[in-house]
């Protein structure tokens, strides 16, 4: 009697470490980084205004809804950078980003500039990831970061290659940046209308 009892809570026993180990394999499971990018350093206070060509051109895979959004509509954009990244984001010359950084670019319509419809999302990988393009892989999540896709990277790397010289990542939002800049910068500055005035 007294040796089945025994049995018997040992036998719970396992069965608890059991479904201890199972909820923490749960919680333990690795997360998107991107998930909690509005908790990273928020890089221009205001959403600024997106050249037209940039809009129209940084969007996600045809099959996405936000695809087929009115072109016409302004669009406005907000810039996230990780920890990892912060330095390099914000100093005076040219960048260099270690890696792991990771910048997030959010992408308004005019009439909600709360909710992004598009996150254009950079991530620096480890040396030979990518040479050519600086080791960064580009990826766009939907607003809602419920899909993801790089099917449009050529096209991201062929704008993002002209910043070479900055490590592949244009910056033209950070202030203390812009001043250091030559005039070729000129028209970027010309689209900076924040929202709002
Ligand atoms: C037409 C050229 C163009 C294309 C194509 C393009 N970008 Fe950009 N990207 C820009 C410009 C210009 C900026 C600077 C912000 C602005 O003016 O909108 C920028 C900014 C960014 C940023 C913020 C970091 C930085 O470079 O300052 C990320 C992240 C980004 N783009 C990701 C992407 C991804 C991912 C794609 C492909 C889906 C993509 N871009 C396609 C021109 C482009």
């Known amino acids: 009697m007294l040796k089945r009892s025994v049995g018997l809570s040992v036998g719970l026993l396992i069965l608890s470490a059991g479904l201890v180990s199972a909820t923490h394999y749960k919680v333990g499971r690795p997360k998107d980084p991107v998930s909690s990018y509005r908790a990273w350093k928020k890089v221009n206070d205001k959403p600024i205004y997106m050249e037209p060509f940039v809009a129209g051109s940084c969007i996600g895979p045809p099959w996405w809804d936000g695809a087929k959004d009115n072109p016409h509509v302004p669009k406005y954009f907000t810039v996230y950078v990780n920890k990892i990244g912060e330095k390099a984001m914000m100093g005076k010359s040219a960048a260099s980003f270690p890696v792991g950084s990771m910048v997030v670019k959010e992408k308004f319509n005019k009439n909600d500039l709360k909710r992004p419809e598009l996150l254009t999302v950079m991530t620096k990988r480890a040396k030979g990831f990518d ?6 892989e580009y990826m766009v999540y939907n607003g809602s970061l419920s899909t ?4 449009n990277k050529k096209a991201c790397q062929s704008c993002h290659s002209s910043q070479k010289d900055d ?11 812009i001043r250091t800049q ?3 910068l000129d028209w970027f ?3 900076r209308i924040r929202a709002g005035g």
């Open 131 to 136: 040479p050519q393009n600086g080791d960064w």
């Open 148 to 151: 993801k896709s790089d099917s």
């Open 167 to 177: 490590d592949f990542v244009y910056r033209n939002y950070v202030e203390d940046y």
């Open 182 to 184: 030559p005039k070729s």
């Open 189 to 191: 500055k010309a689209g």
